[in-house]
C-alpha cells in the first residue's frame, strides 16, 4: 500500500495509482485525476464518473463497459470518445475506483 | 506500512504508438465456442488494440443474421461437462433427445447471470468499440450466403488471399 499526494491531501493508491479508499475520493480530486492522464471533463464525463461512484456503492465492483451501457446507459461508442482508447481503466481511474474485475 | 510517494500516475500507453493487432479466427458455430473470439475481442478493444474478425466455415453462424440468435451448446462428445447435481454427464446420456435444449438453456442463462451480452449483441457491442467483422469467401460460396444474408455491419467476404492482407503484422488466434 502506497500513499500519493494529490490536491494537498494524501491520498492511498495501488502499485498502478488507482485509488484504494472510497471515501477519500472526492469531485475536485477526480478534476486533477482527470488532468493527471489527459483527459478534459466535459459534464458527459462527470455523468459516467457519478454512475460509477454509485453503482460501485450499490454493488461494490467497479462496473465494466458492457454494465456503463447496459445499466448505466451510456453506449459503449461513447464511452471510447469520452475516456479514448481505454475506457474501463480510464474512467475507473477518474472515478477513484479499482480497475473493473469482470472480463466483459 | 505505508510509505509516501510524491506521484503515481497510472501509464495508459497513450504516449507510446501501439501498432498491436489482434486478428480472430471464429471457425465454430457452438454457443460455448462462439464467447472466447467474443470476449478476447472485446478485451483487446478495451485495451486500445485493433481487432478484425474474420467468421469462417460454422463460425459464419455468428454472423448470419437468422442464425446469430440461435447457436446452441450440445454436450454431445463433451467428455469434460458436469451435470448442475455434481458429478460427470454419462456419455450415453448427452445424444438424448432435449439434452441439447437443456443444456443451451442454461448455458444462456449462466451467462446472462454474469451480464454478459448474447452473440448479436456482443457483436454490436465490439463494432461499437471500433472492431471490424469479415466473412470468408469460401464458406459464403458452400452455404449460399451473400452480403445480405449477414449482419449489415460485416464489412466484405474476403478470400484467404485477402486474409493475408488483413492479419499482417497481427497476433492472430484460431477458435
Given amino acids: 500500500?502506497?500513499?500519493?499526494?494529490?490536491?494537498?491531501?494524501?491520498?492511498?493508491?495501488?502499485a498502478e495509482g488507482f485509488l484504494t479508499e472510497y471515501d477519500e475520493w472526492d469531485e475536485a480530486l477526480a478534476a486533477q485525476l482527470a488532468d493527471q492522464i489527459g483527459v478534459e471533463l466535459t459534464p458527459e464525463h462527470w455523468d459516467v464518473i457519478?454512475?460509477?461512484?454509485?453503482?460501485?456503492?450499490?454493488?461494490?465492483?467497479?462496473?465494466?463497459?458492457?454494465?456503463?451501457?447496459?445499466?448505466?446507459?451510456?453506449?459503449?461508442?461513447?464511452?471510447?470518445?469520452?475516456?479514448?482508447?481505454?475506457?474501463g481503466k480510464k474512467m475507473s481511474y477518474i472515478a477513484g475506483l479499482p480497475k473493473p474485475a469482470g472480463c466483459v | 506500512m505505508?510509505?509516501?510517494?510524491?506521484?503515481?500516475?497510472?501509464?495508459f500507453g497513450d504516449d507510446t504508438d501501439t501498432d498491436r493487432k489482434l486478428v480472430l479466427i471464429c471457425s465454430k458455430g457452438n454457443l460455448?465456442?462462439?464467447?472466447?473470439?467474443?470476449?478476447?475481442?472485446?478485451?483487446?478493444?478495451?485495451e486500445g488494440i485493433a481487432v478484425d474478425m474474420f467468421f469462417t466455415f460454422w463460425g459464419f453462424d455468428m454472423i448470419t443474421k437468422d442464425r446469430q440468435q440461435r447457436?446452441?451448446?450440445?454436450?454431445?462428445?463433451?467428455?469434460?461437462?458436469h451435470l448442475p447435481v455434481g458429478g460427470?454427464?454419462?456419455q450415453w446420456l448427452s445424444p438424448f433427445p432435449g439434452m441439447t435444449w437443456v443444456a443451451t438453456k442454461m448455458m444462456k442463462k449462466q451467462i446472462d447471470d454474469l451480464g454478459v451480452p448474447p452473440v448479436d449483441e456482443f457483436l454490436d457491442q465490439i463494432v461499437a468499440s471500433g472492431g471490424r467483422l469479415w466473412a470468408c469467401k469460401m464458406s459464403a460460396d458452400m452455404q449460399g450466403l451473400t452480403m445480405e444474408d449477414l449482419r449489415d455491419?460485416?464489412?466484405?467476404?474476403?478470400?484467404?488471399?485477402?486474409?493475408?492482407?488483413?492479419?499482417?503484422?497481427?497476433?492472430t488466434l484460431f477458435i
Avoid at chain 1, 2 to 12: P, V
Fill in chain 1, 1 to 14: 500500500m502506497s500513499t500519493t499526494t494529490l490536491a494537498g491531501r494524501e491520498i492511498h493508491v495501488d
Fill in chain 1, 50 to 87: 457519478r454512475f460509477l461512484r454509485a453503482d460501485f456503492a450499490e454493488t461494490g465492483q467497479t462496473a465494466t463497459t458492457r454494465r456503463v451501457q447496459a445499466v448505466g446507459g451510456f453506449p459503449v461508442k461513447q464511452q471510447f470518445v469520452l475516456f479514448p482508447k481505454k475506457p
Fill in chain 2, 2 to 11: 505505508t510509505e509516501t510517494q510524491p506521484r503515481i500516475v497510472p501509464d
Fill in chain 2, 32 to 46: 460455448d465456442m462462439a464467447y472466447p473470439g467474443l470476449v478476447l475481442a472485446n478485451a483487446a478493444l478495451g
Fill in chain 2, 71 to 81: 447457436l446452441r451448446f450440445s454436450p454431445v462428445g463433451n467428455t469434460a461437462m
Fill in chain 2, 88 to 90: 460427470r454427464m454419462p
Fill in chain 2, 153 to 171: 455491419d460485416v464489412e466484405g467476404i474476403i478470400t484467404a488471399a485477402d486474409f493475408m492482407d488483413l492479419s499482417e503484422g497481427a497476433q
